[in-house]
């Protein structure tokens, strides 16, 4: 059989032979005008939460922006209304080759499913990189975005914006000061399930493409399918496993950061998911999702235990300690220390339980930082971002095995991070990467 990476190389070399993957610009340049250096940057995918990463990068004085790519001609408005006179592209490949050594930067805020690609291109010829979470859609590709970031030397953020608040941040300093103590265990979970959007198991009938959309180029590397309404583009697409990463994939990459940020983790040694199952369309309903990691200095123990879970599944109460009456957030992350617990919200000030304990505990001051501008202004100095490919590709690879194990529900999977291999599961391996369409491809990292 061929594999997914021998199917992506035949275009690879086609569009290198017509000079797209050729064009190179010096990894680390920034154009040196006065008063202010001057950072030209491209976006693909420029409504949604591309409109909101657009316009905060756009908001930094050195940005200027070259090129928007969308394949949906009715959502470039708000990106025009701001940012007037930006020439317009359907396809990122025919926008790299066109504007090559002008694009400094890549802003990429497609669906999942496009993120590998769009990010691969653009990195091997030289462009910073802003990608959205997760940082892609397969094991496979996360790794490869950090091996060449790492490579090419840039400077790279992912779209987990909620890393630099202050209440993340506030999180990891408090955990990494030990206040809780070692942790021994951690929950996490998102009222939010992987089949939430379009309420369906199954394919809709086709129907027309409406003369807007661009469905054949919206598809990328996905296989071929007709195009619905008000199922799949735009937002819906999170329901189905082509395109998007269930509810562990939108949310992982958010709830588990401060999780990951704290407590020094990166990739998984065991992984097993519970549900009432699904099909190979879309996401699982509320599941639970298990993972064991190596424990680290801020950990007690050799291993800690990471339990993931939707769809409005919470941990025990009686777990955090806290008093009688008290309910856990909608969504959050609980951590339990040897000294105590802590109830982090999604974007909310953590909480140290029991609260007399830590009644005259001072919380250490820290300023939130802007995600976005954080990375313009790396990308200036020649530095490095916080939520880098070199941090965000292990998170991303984490939430993704968490999902291979949603396709394997109640299989206990070991995974070998060194061999890039699943222990003796074939089919789990399988999953780690997919096929992509002609024209697609992602190249991988020699
Ligand atoms: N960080 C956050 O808090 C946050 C919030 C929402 C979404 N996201 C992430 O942002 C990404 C986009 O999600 P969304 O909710 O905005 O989706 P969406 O479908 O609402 O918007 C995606 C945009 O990209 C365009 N697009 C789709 N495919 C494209 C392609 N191949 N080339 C160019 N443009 C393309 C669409 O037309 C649309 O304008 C996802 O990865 C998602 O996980 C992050």
Same mark, same amino acid.
């Given at each position: 059989?061929?594999?997914?990476?021998?199917?992506?190389?035949?275009?690879?070399?086609?569009?290198?032979?017509?000079?797209?993957?050729?064009?190179?610009?010096?990894?680390?340049?920034?154009? #040196?005008?006065?008063?202010?250096?001057?950072?030209?940057?491209?976006?693909?995918?420029?409504?949604?939460?591309?409109?909101?990463?657009?316009?905060?990068?756009?908001?930094?004085?050195?940005?200027?922006?070259?090129?928007?790519?969308?394949?949906? %001609?009715?959502?470039?408005?708000?990106?025009?209304?701001?940012?007037?006179?930006?020439?317009?592209?359907?396809?990122?490949?025919?926008?790299?080759?066109?504007?090559? $050594?002008?694009?400094?930067?890549?802003? !990429?805020?497609?669906?999942?499913?496009?993120?590998?690609?769009?990010?691969?291109?653009?990195?091997?010829?030289?462009?910073?990189?802003?990608?959205?979470?997760?940082?892609?859609?397969?094991?496979? &590709?996360?790794?490869?975005?950090?091996?060449?970031?790492?490579?090419?030397?840039?400077?790279?953020?992912?779209?987990?914006?909620?890393?630099?608040?202050? &209440?993340?941040?506030?999180?990891?300093?408090?955990? $990494?000061?030990?206040?809780?103590?070692? !942790? $021994?265990?951690?929950?996490?979970?998102?009222?939010?399930?992987?089949? $939430?959007?379009?309420?369906?198991? /199954?394919?809709?009938? #086709? #129907?027309?493409?409406?003369?807007?959309?661009?469905?054949?180029?919206?598809?990328?590397?996905?296989?071929?399918?007709?195009?619905?309404?008000?199922?799949?583009?735009?937002?819906?697409?999170?329901?189905?496993?082509?395109?998007?990463?269930?509810?562990?994939?939108?949310?992982?990459?958010?709830?588990?950061?401060?999780?990951?940020?704290?407590?020094?983790?990166?990739?998984? %040694?065991?992984?097993?998911? &519970?549900?009432?199952?699904?099909?190979?369309? !879309?996401?699982?309903?509320?599941?639970?999702?298990?993972?064991?990691?190596?424990?680290?200095?801020?950990?007690?123990?050799?291993?800690?235990?990471?339990?993931?879970?939707?769809?409005?599944?919470?941990?025990?109460? /009686?777990?955090?300690?806290?008093?009688?009456?008290?309910?856990?957030?909608?969504?959050? %992350?609980?951590?339990?220390?040897?000294?105590?617990?802590?109830?982090?919200?999604? !974007?909310?000030?953590?909480?140290?339980?029991?609260?007399?304990?830590?009644?005259?505990?001072?919380?250490?001051?820290?300023?939130?930082?802007?995600?976005?501008?954080?990375?313009?202004?790396?990308?200036?100095?020649?530095?490095?971002?916080?939520?880098?490919?070199?941090?965000?590709?292990?998170? %991303?690879?984490?939430?993704?095995?968490?999902?291979?194990?949603?396709?394997?529900?109640?299989?206990?999977?070991?995974?070998?991070?060194?061999?890039?291999?699943?222990?003796?599961?074939?089919?789990?391996?399988?999953?780690?990467?997919?096929?992509?369409?002609?024209?697609?491809?992602?190249?991988?990292?020699?």
């Amino acid at each position: 059989m061929r594999s997914a990476h021998h199917v992506g190389r035949r275009d690879f070399l086609k569009r290198a032979s017509l000079g797209v993957a050729a064009v190179a610009s010096v990894p680390g340049m920034v154009r #040196a005008t006065s008063p202010v250096p001057q950072l030209q940057v491209a976006c693909v995918g420029v409504d949604g939460m591309g409109w909101s990463d657009l316009s905060r990068v756009g908001s930094h004085p050195a940005v200027k922006f070259v090129g928007f790519c969308d394949i949906d %001609s009715q959502r470039f408005a708000k990106a025009d209304d701001a940012f007037p006179g930006v020439r317009h592209f359907a396809d990122y490949r025919e926008m790299l080759s066109d504007l090559g $050594q002008r694009i400094d930067a890549v802003i !990429v805020s497609t669906p999942d499913h496009m993120h590998a690609p769009v990010a691969m291109e653009a990195m091997r010829m030289g462009k910073h990189i802003y990608c959205q979470k997760p940082l892609t859609h397969t094991v496979w &590709e996360s790794r490869q975005m950090r091996l060449l970031a790492q490579q090419q030397d840039l400077t790279t953020q992912m779209g987990n914006q909620i890393h630099s608040a202050k &209440e993340y941040r506030s999180a990891v300093q408090l955990i $990494q000061k030990g206040v809780i103590g070692k !942790v $021994q265990e951690v929950h996490s979970w998102v009222r939010v399930q992987g089949r $939430q959007y379009c309420q369906r198991t /199954d394919r809709p009938p #086709a #129907a027309e493409v409406p003369a807007n959309v661009n469905w054949d180029l919206w598809l990328g590397a996905a296989p071929k399918r007709p195009f619905a309404a008000d199922v799949y583009h735009p937002f819906k697409w999170r329901d189905w496993q082509d395109f998007g990463s269930g509810a562990l994939g939108d949310f992982g990459c958010h709830l588990l950061d401060p999780v990951f940020g704290a407590l020094g983790i990166r990739q998984p %040694s065991g992984v097993i998911a &519970e549900h009432a199952g699904t099909n190979d369309e !879309v996401w699982p309903g509320p599941q639970t999702v298990t993972f064991t990691f190596p424990g680290t200095k801020y950990t007690a123990g050799d291993e800690i235990k990471l339990v993931w879970r939707d769809g409005g599944l919470r941990p025990p109460l /009686d777990l955090a300690q806290m008093p009688a009456g008290t309910e856990f957030p909608p969504s959050g %992350s609980l951590l339990i220390g040897q000294l105590g617990t802590m109830v982090l919200p999604h !974007v909310g000030m953590p909480r140290l339980y029991p609260g007399e304990r830590f009644a005259a505990l001072q919380y250490p001051e820290v300023e939130a930082r802007n995600h976005w501008h954080d990375w313009v202004d790396a990308i200036i100095q020649g530095k490095k971002t916080t939520a880098g490919f070199e941090y965000a590709g292990p998170l %991303s690879e984490t939430v993704q095995l968490g999902n291979i194990a949603a396709r394997l529900p109640g299989k206990k999977l070991q995974w070998d991070d060194e061999r890039f291999a699943f222990v003796n599961q074939t089919q789990a391996d399988k999953l780690l990467s997919k096929v992509y369409r002609d024209g697609f491809g992602v190249e991988p990292v020699v």
